[in-house]
């Protein structure tokens, strides 16, 4: 199992962690995960685009009153890949841990 290189992008990195702690079916709010992540609207609109033609996120616009709001949740298989990918950075970890120190 390799690194999953849509995943591997630090900011989208950090909407999948953000997006992976949530049950199946909740959702983040744009706003919400633009204050998680620190980053403009551009850059995030962007990640979430690259993440959604992947298949990673699920993304809904709708109209709360008369508001625009954009609802983002992972699917199944995004939570798969970050689960993959994950276990990748781990198994870099541990082997990184193991080796011998060198004095």
């Known amino acids: 199992m390799g690194a ?14 953000a997006l992976n702690i949530l ?6 709010d744009f706003s919400q995960l ?14 979430l685009d690259t993440l959604a033609r992947a298949g990673y996120v699920d993304i809904e616009k709708l109209f709360v009153g008369r508001r625009p ?3 983002v949740r992972a699917t ?3 939570r798969r890949a970050f689960r993959g990918h994950a276990a990748f950075l781990r198994k870099i970890l541990d082997h990184a841990e193991a080796a011998p120190r060198r004095k």
Do not use: C, W
């Open 23 to 28: 049950e199946r079916r909740e959702t983040l």
């Open 69 to 71: 709001q954009t609802r």
């Open 4 to 17: 999953d290189e849509i995943i591997h992008q630090s900011t989208r990195l950090r909407i999948m962690a």
């Open 76 to 78: 199944t298989s995004g």
């Open 34 to 47: 633009k204050a998680i992540m620190d980053v403009t609207d551009g850059n995030l609109g962007a990640h």
